[in-house]
């Protein structure tokens, strides 16, 4: 089957005879009378055997419109042709920093079909760079993929790999490293960057979009933007997250990657910093990135990055919930886990039924964590029995960490420090990345919905 630009059978043979091609401006008439006026869009090929042209409007939505309805198609104008320089060699005349931008898939690398509506992970680093040309102003820069997986199809061999393709390009002197990334399990695999790479030179920026790129409400273009900014320019070498920090196109936040969550599940300003406050405030139409926040690790040329990128699978995360069997932990326990997170209720408590298995757990060697499903605050085991209860069984208190920051900093150390019971407990108690604040002060915790 011969294709045009996606397109095939009549629709090919109807855009081809009269010299459209995607990116043309052309109206389109329907049989009813329907006028559209837009610019033409390629097709998927997976979909390219159906007669639908796939048409951006002037207002900035797409469509796609069935070539059988159509009862007259033409060219209004041809679309501009750019010639420009190299990315790189644009760059490098204008002394700009380098950077990397590192594709993993998600959203902020898919594109909408729109006769099925499924969001499809498609498009490479190199399309992502074509839709923001203003990058070429911010940086030097060159884009590759290192893999193409849904955030919720990540696991910790991912963050290997991730990791080592980070430090290559850390070690090779680069700027800043910009990851493309789903925002689903961002905050995982930025505190996995985090442990992974000690004595960064230079940032690690998470970017994601909460809306695929070709709608036009997408915060793909923008946070790019604002990601690139940080990276360039950010005084800070940490493994953050970059994404909207208001609804509108007016700033983004640096969010420290160990102390972010994602709290929405489409609003553009998804992300928030948990017991912290963001490190930074990027405004992408004056390219400015202004530090509101602490500073863990600093930039500099000449820090000498280490690479500790192993991670061990079999750890747990377990929530605690009215009714837990102890079976549960149990399982873990004789199926060979070696480590267990548990987010706890309150300052870090569980059923008194299951400290038994707890202690089980911890003679045999598995380094047992609490946190908190509060969020807000810190682990405290030393208020009620319940919590010195855990204590005596050998529980580590995970102070104010997030749930998922301790699974990835457990599996960390199991699989690039140690599994000695002693070993593990002191470095997980030690702060590594800002995991922990020791200072929290009142407008950390959001009062949502109050006026």
Known sequence: MELYYGYSGNVARILRSIGVEPGDKIVVVLK?????????????????????????????????LNIDEVSDLRLVSKKQVHHHVGVEAVGRAEGLPRIVLLGTGGTIASKVDYETGAVTPVLTPGEILEWVPELAEIAVFNAREVMSIFSEDIEP?????????????????????VIAHGTDMMSYSASALAFS??????????VGSQRSSDRPSSDSAFNLRAAFIAASKGSFAESVIVMHGETSD???????GVKARKMHTSRRDAFQSINDK??????????????VGRIIEHRGKNKEAQLKNKFDDRVAL????PGLQPEVLETLIDKGFHGIVLEGSGLGHMPNKLIPVIARAVENDIPVVMTSQCLFGRVNLYVYSTGRRLLEAGVIPGSDILPETA?????????????DLEEVRKVFLTNLAGEFNERHILDLYPRWNHE
């Open 407 to 419: 699974y990835v900093k457990l599996s960390w150390i199991l699989g690039s420090v140690s599994r």
């Open 32 to 64: 009813d009378g329907t006028v559209f006026n837009g610019i033409l869009l390629p097709r998927q090929v997976l979909y390219s055997g159906r007669p639908v042209l796939v048409l951006k409007l002037d207002n900035g939505y797409n469509i796609g």
């Open 157 to 177: 061999l991912h963050w290997e790999n991730l990791s080592r393709e980070v430090y290559k390009e850390l070690v090779e002197g680069v700027d800043g490293v």
């Open 318 to 321: 377990v929530k605690v919930y």
């Open 197 to 206: 790479i000690v004595n960064k030179p230079a940032p690690i920026v998470f």
């Open 278 to 291: 963001p490190i930074a405030k990027v405004y992408p139409e004056t390219m400015e990135v202004r530090i």
């Open 250 to 256: 007016t700033y983004a936040l640096v969010h420290r």
